[in-house]
């Protein structure tokens, strides 16, 4: 049986939530997280906006599943169209997307920019690999559909992206328009979870350090029970008790686990 689960919350440099998740099940299990860019006003806007435009474009796919580059053509396009409805700037819609969804007992990551992937395989073996890029710039869907600030992007740096995996290593800077789609098996992974780039960002203020993401991802994949809200009950309970040992989340932190 799978079940699956999700939760966002504010970090404590934030005011303003800017991370949005939300779940589903039609026309196959899903979550879906955005991550708003805190230098566009109102990205918290278009985080849920993304992330409610992709639960309507998959409980209405006529084919699926869509390939990543085809999703996030329709993704963007319908968000864009909503925002004009709204008569709001296109920039709100900078921010990140990660959509988990099952496929013939896999589970498939679509990321639209930056984040993490949290795994525990059969093993209780905790695996984890951060999608970051070097100059702290997300590729945002945004750029897809602007060519001038698409341009803009592309001379920033050719090659920012990073996929930081705790198992292969580091990879060499990839070009920011490598697509990434992952596939995870069920019969290898007892539990998949997409989280925004918040995961990274837990700081031990005691030591004025980050705490390592493995070291994360084991606490928030340490589930005692699968109840109906088990990732939210977890997650605000994992965060409380790091709050007693002085560690805290800098940046807003969204998270989605499936557990087989």
């Given at each position: 049986?799978?079940?699956?689960?999700?939760?966002?919350?504010a970090?404590?440099?934030?005011?303003?939530?800017?991370?949005?998740?939300?779940?589903?099940?039609?026309?196959?299990?899903?979550?879906?997280?955005?991550?708003?860019?805190?230098?566009?006003?109102?990205?918290?806007?278009?985080?849920?906006?993304?992330?409610?435009?992709?639960?309507?474009?998959?409980?209405?796919?006529?084919?699926?599943?869509?390939?990543?580059?085809?999703f996030?053509?329709?993704?963007i396009?319908?968000?864009?169209?909503?925002?004009?409805?709204?008569?709001?700037?296109?920039?709100?819609?900078?921010?990140?997307?990660?959509?988990?969804?099952?496929?013939?007992?896999?589970?498939?990551?679509y990321v639209?920019?930056?984040?993490?992937?949290?795994?525990?395989?059969?093993?209780?073996?905790?695996?984890?690999?951060?999608?970051?890029?070097?100059?702290?710039?997300?590729?945002?869907?945004?750029?897809?559909?602007?060519?001038?600030?698409?341009?803009?992007?592309?001379?920033?740096?050719?090659?920012?992206?990073?996929?930081?995996?705790?198992?292969n290593?580091?990879?060499?800077?990839k070009?920011?328009?490598?697509q990434?789609?992952?596939?995870?098996?069920?019969?290898?992974?007892?539990?998949?979870?997409?989280a925004?780039?918040?995961?990274?960002?837990?700081i031990?203020?005691?030591?004025?350090?980050?705490?390592?993401?493995?070291?994360?991802?084991?606490?928030?994949?340490?589930?005692?029970?699968?109840?109906?809200?088990?990732?939210?009950?977890?997650?605000?309970n994992?965060l409380?008790?790091?709050?007693?040992?002085?560690?805290?989340?800098?940046?807003?932190?969204s998270?989605?686990?499936?557990?087989?």
């Amino acid at each position: 049986m799978l079940h699956y689960d999700c939760y966002y919350t504010a970090g404590i440099t934030h005011k303003v939530c800017e991370d949005f998740v939300t779940q589903g099940d039609n026309p196959t299990p899903f979550i879906v997280l955005s991550d708003g860019c805190s230098a566009s006003e109102h990205s918290e806007i278009g985080a849920k906006i993304l992330t409610h435009t992709s639960k309507y474009l998959l409980a209405n796919a006529t084919d699926w599943p869509l390939d990543y580059l085809p999703f996030g053509q329709q993704l963007i396009d319908k968000a864009l169209s909503i925002t004009e409805q709204l008569e709001l700037s296109p920039s709100v819609l900078d921010a990140t997307v990660m959509l988990g969804f099952l496929h013939q007992n896999n589970i498939m990551v679509y990321v639209y920019g930056d984040g993490c992937i949290l795994l525990k395989d059969n093993a209780d073996n905790i695996r984890t690999i951060e999608i970051a890029f070097t100059h702290n710039a997300p590729y945002y869907l945004t750029y897809w559909i602007d060519e001038q600030r698409g341009q803009e992007y592309a001379c920033c740096e050719a090659n920012p992206l990073l996929l930081i995996d705790s198992v292969n290593g580091q990879s060499e800077p990839k070009s920011f328009e490598t697509q990434l789609a992952f596939s995870f098996p069920l019969n290898q992974f007892k539990m998949v979870a997409i989280a925004s780039d918040g995961a990274a960002q837990c700081i031990d203020t005691r030591k004025s350090a980050k705490l390592p993401l493995d070291q994360v991802a084991t606490d928030l994949l340490a589930f005692q029970e699968l109840s109906e809200e088990f990732v939210q009950s977890h997650t605000k309970n994992t965060l409380e008790q790091y709050a007693k040992q002085g560690i805290f989340a800098a940046d807003d932190l969204s998270i989605g686990v499936f557990v087989n």
